[in-house]
C-alpha cells in the first residue's frame, strides 16, 4: 500500500519567508509524528497528534513553529519567518496508535538562503 | 534524562564480513527499541523492534538485534554484509508517554569491495 507522502521534497526559501510542508499518513493510521533532522544527526521529535488533537508540542524550537491536523489525516508543518538555523529535513511518520512503530515519509529538505 | 548513545560515527567493513553496530540507551521504563536505516536522500526504513519478550529479534534485509537490560544496549548485527547495506544507521529508544521517539547520532556503514 502507499506509504507516508510528503511535499515539497526541496524547498528553498529566503530568510523570513513563511514555508509549509506537508505530510500525507498512511490511511487510518491515528498517530502522526513531526522530526527535525539537522545534517549529520539524527531525527529530534518536533510534536504529535493523536487523530486532530495536538497531544505534545514539546519539541517545536520557537514560537514561529507551528503544525495542525484539522480532519485527523493530512497534517501540515508551517515555519514563520525562516531563519538560517531552521534548514533541516523535516520528516513525518505515521503509525497505527501511539505505541506501534512509525512509518517515516522521505522527509523535506528545507535550505533557508 | 531518556537518550541514546551510538558510540561509532563511522564503521567501515568488507563485503561480506560480519557487522555489529553498538546502541546504548538511557530510559527510566521498559523501553521499546528500534533500528532504521536511511539511505542518501531518503526517508527512514525500519529495519527491527523490540517491545517485549524474546531478546534477540529478527528483522529484514538479514539484520537482527538483542536487547541486554544488564548492559541498556541493543546492538545491531549482521553475518555478511552487502554493498547495498551501505548507509547511515539509527537506533531509537520510545515510545514514551505521546510515543515519541529518541534517535542516536546515527552510524555511517561504508562497506568496502
Known amino acids: 500500500g502507499a506509504g507516508v507522502s510528503q511535499s515539497p521534497r526541496y524547498k528553498v526559501a529566503k530568510r523570513g519567508q513563511d514555508v509549509a510542508l506537508r505530510c500525507d499518513p498512511i490511511s487510518g493510521h491515528v498517530s502522526l509524528f513531526w522530526y527535525q533532522q539537522a545534517l549529520g544527526q539524527g531525527p529530534e521529535f518536533l510534536t504529535y497528534?493523536?487523530?486532530?488533537?495536538?497531544?505534545?508540542k514539546s519539541g517545536l524550537p520557537s514560537d514561529r513553529f507551528f503544525a495542525e491536523r484539522p480532519e485527523g489525516s493530512v497534517s501540515t508543518l508551517k515555519i514563520q519567518r525562516t531563519q538560517q538555523e531552521d534548514s533541516a529535513v523535516y520528516l513525518c511518520?505515521?503509525?497505527?496508535?501511539?505505541?506501534?512503530?512509525?512509518?517515516f515519509g522521505p522527509g523535506t529538505r528545507l535550505t533557508v538562503t | 534524562a531518556q537518550s541514546v548513545t551510538q558510540p561509532d560515527i563511522h564503521i567501515t567493513v568488507s563485503e561480506g564480513a560480519s557487522l555489529e553496530l553498538r546502541c546504548n540507551y538511557s530510559y527510566g521504563a521498559t523501553p521499546y527499541l528500534f533500528w532504521y536505516v536511511q539511505s542518501p536522500g531518503q526517508g527512514l526504513q525500519l529495519l527491527l523492534k523490540?517491545?517485549?519478550?524474546?531478546?534477540l529479534v529478527q528483522g529484514i534485509k538479514g539484520f537482527e538485534a538483542e536487547f541486554k537490560r544488564s548492559q541498556s544496549s541493543f546492538n545491531l548485527r549482521k553475518p555478511s554484509v552487502h554493498w547495498s547495506d551501505a548507509a547511515e544507521y539509527f537506533c531509537a529508544v520510545g515510545p514514551g508517554n505521546t510515543g515519541k521517539l529518541i534517535f542516536g547520532q546515527g552510524t555511517t556503514l561504508q562497506v568496502k569491495p
Open positions: 497528534f493523536q487523530n486532530e488533537a495536538q497531544l505534545d
Open positions: 511518520a505515521s503509525a497505527r496508535d501511539t505505541h506501534y512503530e512509525q512509518y
Open positions: 523490540y517491545f517485549s519478550g524474546d531478546t
